[in-house]
């Protein structure tokens, strides 16, 4: 089976610019979430989104936006990029199934992202 | 809040020594999930362990185990002979239990590198 794969892997923009992140989710997982890594520090939860809609939130701005699709791909999207959104950038995927509570994730390698 | 500590920013040991990584948490729910995570050079994130708070059982893994002490919220990650390979960041990380969260709290991870 396949895993979380993201693209790209690496970009650079500019500040005010806006930037949209992708992911396929591995094979079988419908429920995604996305998680900020600053440099030297742990990852920080943005979002994530079951069933095409957004279900939990992190303390990120509006401008942090994302989609959910049926094929449970995602994207993120940072509008008016800043120079501290300068980070790794990770999309993990999961099965949400019965009640096996909290899940184990499978995370992608990450985009990085430099804002300049 | 939940919060996760782990105060060694940075583990430097030769090979074939055991090394201990230490984590401390907060939370105020009487339930929820504990989780180790290695990051390697690659920058994914590679699922390791998960603990439900009920369970203070230790765990061993081959070279690797686990000690989740609830009357200290701990939850320290031991490698024994350690390896070369070992090498990577390891995170700690948190989760409240709710069914399908994808919410990790992580702590801001050990740099374990294992010199030859």
């Known amino acids: 089976e396949t895993g979380v794969t993201q693209s790209p892997t690496h970009l650079i923009k500019t500040r005010g610019q806006q930037v949209t992140l992708r992911c396929s989710s591995q094979?079988?997982?419908?429920?995604v979430s996305w998680y900020q890594q600053a440099l030297g520090q742990g990852p920080q939860f943005i979002f994530q989104?079951?069933?095409?809609?957004?279900?939990g939130r992190g303390n990120f701005p509006p401008r942090f936006s994302g989609l959910q699709f049926p094929n449970y791909s995602s994207e993120l999207n940072v509008n008016a990029l800043e120079l501290d959104d300068s980070a790794l950038y990770l999309c993990?995927?999961?099965?949400?199934?019965?009640?096996?509570?909290?899940?184990?994730?499978?995370f992608g390698a990450g985009s990085r992202l430099t804002v300049l | 809040a939940q919060k996760v500590t782990q105060a060694q920013t940075e583990i430097s040991v030769v090979e074939k020594e055991d090394v201990t990584l230490d984590c401390v948490y907060e939370t105020r729910d009487t339930t929820y999930y504990l989780f180790w995570y290695k990051q390697p050079p690659s920058g994914e994130l590679v699922f390791l362990i998960r603990r439900n708070s009920f369970d203070e059982q230790n765990e061993i893994s081959g070279r690797y185990s686990w000690n989740f002490q609830k009357s200290t919220s701990s939850f320290n990650f031991t490698i024994t002979a350690s390896q070369v390979v070992d090498s990577a960041v390891y995170f700690c990380a948190l989760s409240p239990e709710i069914q399908g969260a994808q919410k990790l709290v992580f702590g801001q991870g050990t740099r374990l590198t294992i010199n030859p």
């Open positions: 989104y079951y069933r095409e809609e957004e279900n």
């Open positions: 993990a995927s999961s099965l949400l199934a019965g009640s096996s509570g909290a899940n184990v994730l499978t």
């Open positions: 094979s079988g997982h419908n429920t």
